[in-house]
């Protein structure tokens, strides 16, 4: 089985700020990892995804992400946020092959609070 | 193109009632998916559609949840004898084909048992 930890509940920054929001996963086989952001009222919106190759991983509005397997960490990063990112993110780990390598499992999110 | 869309976004019943909740997968994607998320929570898998077979349903919590699928494209996932506990949102996702693929989220349906 998977788990995904997400370290932080809620972090606030201020606008322009740079910010990181932590995941970490345990895994007993390899697994592809994802950024999710939900945003008020809305569905999940992918933000970015690995599956192989660069460990460094960039997405929509400005994210990226870096895979540490030694560390087991997928952390997400953004060198300066903005009002419109205030949003929830979930990371989420899926296995990359043999049985259930449909089902992702999700951390449990990190609101992101930006202020002004 | 469209994405994924569900019906209602929020419904209220009382305790012990029975609630349908739909689902509109995009266009085209095979397989279909339904989570719950509770208050605080991440989403949790419930079970999984390949085509118009429930490919793992092992995510149900119990007999009264029970989900359809019949022509491959819409879904319903059905509560009966609803409890408080089953308040939570109910995301419904798609995928082209299965397996690792990306995985499109709807806005979720809100349910709330009185």
């Known amino acids: 089985a998977q788990s995904v930890t997400q370290l932080d509940s809620q972090v606030p920054v201020f606008e322009e700020a740079p910010v990181e929001l932590r995941c970490n996963y345990s895994s007993s086989v390899s697994v592809y990892l994802f950024w999710y952001v939900q945003y008020p009222n809305q569905g999940l919106q992918l933000l970015l995804k690995?599956?192989?190759?660069?460990?460094l991983v960039k997405g929509i509005n400005g994210f990226e992400a870096e895979f540490n397997k030694s560390q087991t960490s997928f952390h997400l990063r953004k060198p300066s946020v903005h009002i419109s990112d205030t949003a929830e993110y979930f990371c989420a780990v899926i296995r990359n092959s043999g049985g259930s390598n449909y089902k992702l499992t999700f951390g449990k999110g990190t609101l992101l609070t930006v202020n002004p | 193109g469209a994405g994924v869309s569900q019906t209602p976004s929020n419904k209220v019943t009382e305790k012990g009632k029975y609630v349908e909740l739909r689902c509109d997968p995009i266009s085209g994607h095979t397989a279909l998916y339904w989570y719950r998320q509770s208050l605080g929570q991440g989403p949790e898998f419930l079970i999984y559609?390949?085509?118009?077979?429930?490919?793992?349903d092992s995510g149900l919590p119990n007999d009264r949840f029970f989900a359809v699928r019949p022509e491959g494209s819409v879904s319903t996932l059905k509560i009966q004898r609803t409890e408080r506990g089953d308040s939570a949102v109910y995301l419904c996702?798609?995928?082209?084909?299965?397996?690792?693929?990306?995985?499109?989220f709807g806005p979720g349906t809100r349910l709330t048992v009185l």
């Open positions: 996702a798609s995928s082209l084909l299965g397996s690792s693929d990306t995985q499109y």
């Open positions: 690995y599956l192989s190759g660069s460990t």
């Open positions: 559609f390949q085509g118009t077979g429930a490919a793992d």
